[in-house]
């Protein structure tokens, strides 16, 4: 079990997808994604989401994501958020997002 001050130490946020690339260099096929968290600024993620995604149908697509990690190098890339999803049947990541649009920046709680 976790405390509530543990679960505060986590910054979720929602954000919007401005950007979605393909990602060549990851082991697992994955996209490159910029994503705008409002006054938090711009953020990159790798997400292996690409079972279930296009990257047509991503950009501007409200996510939820972990601002908070310290950055991470996925082969020539810098991974500067997580973006949440829940595992499918076949592990494949089906996306975390708002029932309803919401501001970017907007925290999780």
Excluded at 27 to 38: S, V
Excluded at 93 to 109: A, C, D, F, T, Y
Aim: charged content about 25%; overall charge negative; hydrophobic content about 40%.
């Amino acid at each position: 079990m976790i405390s509530w001050d543990d679960f505060e130490k986590i910054d979720i946020r929602c954000g919007t997808v401005t950007e979605v690339h393909d990602f060549p260099n990851a082991r697992k096929p994955a996209y490159q994604l910029t994503i705008d968290f409002g006054e938090l600024g711009i953020k990159k993620s790798s997400a292996q989401i690409t079972q279930h995604y296009s990257k047509e149908n991503l950009k501007d697509k409200q996510v939820v994501a972990i601002v908070n990690f310290p950055v991470k190098q996925i082969a020539n890339f810098f991974s500067e958020c997580l973006v949440l999803g829940v595992y499918d049947e076949n592990n494949d990541v089906v996306l975390l997002q708002p029932e309803q649009n919401v501001r970017n920046g907007m925290k999780v709680g």
